[in-house]
Every structure is written in structure tokens, then in C-alpha cells.
């Protein structure tokens, strides 16, 4: 059996707040409890939102709070030539094609008698460019999967393991769903070359993880997930998903939301244990 791998694959564009530091202790301890390693990943495509400080303070964070992981981190910039190699495999299978539609294109283009079907990433793309070829691909252009064609391609469509508190199970894609509430997902954004869903494939092969250990906001990306792995030959991990932390009004936490920066109850004399408490481990 191979080593146990988790992750734990922060952006660092703000402070880690309580919601982080229950993912990264759930994708810790779980792979201590396997005999296995978390690895970080430092998840920074978007340079014009992720800083350097950011990430050091991941760093202190994840130490003060007891974690350890392999060194040298991998960090996302550092890999868009094996994003570019990706998609330039799906491009030759025909899969892909080049988008100039802006958000106002798509909302206009949805403006009809019904409310448009809200997907993973927003509103489901109503395929308006979907007949472009990719030589036609411009450097303002976003590149999309044509979803139909990927899951013509495939024919019989796999299945993935989730063993987390809310989904726990045997998960088959489904192709309806596929079209009707993903639809023709970005693969690379016209600014970055890449898209989260493509990084997160390659690059969750290329660290053999074994168990995707994340927020349960992400299960509805997961398909998408386990359908480019299948697409691109890669191997599937197991999913978890775990339960988000929430404020007294049951929101989920964000970045902006500073009362709960780790930073900031390690200032107030916190210790790892509290945090712990706090998370409900
Ligand atoms: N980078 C993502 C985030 O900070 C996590 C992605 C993942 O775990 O797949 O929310």
C-alpha cells in the first residue's frame, strides 16, 4: 500500500483563520493516524492577491500549531509549465476551446424567463463559444472543457470515496448533472494560464496524495475533479470533506474575517490545545 498523503493547500492571501486551522489539524492527524505524511501545498496562482507575508505567517501558524510537513513546500507558481502540459493533452483530445465571453457576455446571454442554474464556479456557461476552434485561441481568451464532448469521450464514468461526516460513501458521476449543473468548467483563466480545478488535478497526482482532506464546500467540485484525473490518465485519491467552521451567525469563515486569525488568539495567549477546543477537536 502506498505511504498515506494528505494535504493541506492554503492560498496565502490573508491571514489563516480558525476554519484553516481545523482543516489543516483534520488533514494532520489524519495522516499520522494512517502512519502517513500532510503535505502543504501553497496555493498561489493569483500573484495579485497572494503575498509573501502571507505565507510566512502559514508557516508560523502551522508550526505554533504543532503541524509538520515535508520541506521544500511545493507552491503552485512554481508549476504552470505542468498545468500548460495538461491542457495542452486535453486541447489534442479535442476537449477544450478558447472563450472571450466577460461575466456581463454570460449574464446576458443567461437573461431569460428563468433563474440561471448556479454551478461550483456561479452560473452554468450557456456555451456560447463552444464552436470555436483552439487555433483561434487569443492571449484574452479563457480556455474552457467542453463537457459533452469530455463525457462522450470517456463512456463509462468513474466513481470516487468520500468518507466524509456529510456525504460518506460511493460517489458515481453523473453525466445529467455534469452538463446541466456544471457545464463547460474554465480549465485556464485568460490571466493565469491555469484555473484551480486544473492545478488542483495535476498537481494532487504529481504529490501521489492519497486522501483530498478539505472544507465540504469543495464536494461539489469534486466531479470535475474526478473527471479530468480520468481524462488525463492520473490516479484518483479518496476524499474527505470535513465540516466548516462557522461565526455565532452560522456563516462560514473568511479571510476578512480577522477576530479569528490564528495570529490573533496566539497574541492573546492562546495555546495549540485551546485552538483545538475551540474547533471542537
Ligand atoms: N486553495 C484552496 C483554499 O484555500 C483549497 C483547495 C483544495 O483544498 O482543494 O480554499
Not at 490516479?235 to 477576530?259: C, F, M, Q, T
Amino acid at each position: 500500500m502506498a505511504e498515506a498523503r494528505t494535504r493541506f493547500a492554503p492560498s496565502p492571501t490573508g491571514p489563516l483563520h480558525l476554519g484553516h486551522a481545523f482543516s489543516a489539524l483534520t488533514a494532520f492527524d489524519r495522516a499520522r493516524a494512517a502512519g502517513g505524511v500532510m503535505l502543504l501545498r501553497i496555493e498561489d496562482i493569483d500573484s495579485t492577491r497572494c503575498r509573501p507575508e502571507w505565507e510566512a505567517l502559514i508557516f508560523d501558524d502551522l508550526a505554533w500549531l504543532g503541524i509538520d510537513w515535508p520541506r521544500p513546500v511545493q507552491r503552485q507558481s512554481a508549476r504552470l509549465p505542468a498545468y500548460g502540459a495538461a491542457l495542452d493533452r486535453l486541447a489534442v483530445m479535442g476537449l477544450t476551446y478558447p472563450c472571450r465571453c466577460r461575466r456581463a457576455d454570460i449574464r446576458a446571454a443567461l437573461a431569460a424567463p428563468h433563474a440561471p442554474v448556479l454551478g461550483p464556479d456561479g452560473p452554468v456557461y450557456p456555451g456560447t463559444c463552444r464552436t470555436r476552434p483552439m487555433d483561434q485561441a487569443g492571449p484574452d481568451d479563457a480556455i474552457r472543457l467542453n463537457m459533452q464532448a469530455a463525457l462522450a469521450r470517456l463512456g463509462t464514468l468513474p466513481a470516487f470515496t468520500e468518507t466524509g461526516p456529510s456525504h460518506a460513501g460511493r460517489h458515481a458521476l453523473d453525466r445529467e448533472a455534469l452538463i446541466e449543473t456544471v457545464g463547460d468548467v474554465v480549465l485556464a483563466r485568460r490571466d493565469l494560464g491555469t484555473s484551480y480545478h486544473l492545478a488542483v488535478v495535476v498537481d494532487d497526482a504529481f504529490q501521489q496524495v492519497t486522501e483530498v482532506t478539505r472544507g465540504e464546500d469543495l464536494f461539489e467540485a469534486t466531479p470535475i475533479h474526478v473527471l479530468l484525473q480520468c481524462l488525463l490518465g492520473l490516479p484518483s485519491p479518496s476524499y474527505h470533506h470535513h465540516r466548516l467552521i462557522v461565526d455565532e451567525a452560522g456563516k462560514r469563515l473568511a479571510k476578512r474575517d480577522d477576530a479569528r486569525a490564528l495570529a490573533r488568539y496566539r497574541a492573546d495567549g492562546a495555546t495549540p490545545q485551546d485552538i483545538r477546543r475551540l474547533v471542537g477537536l
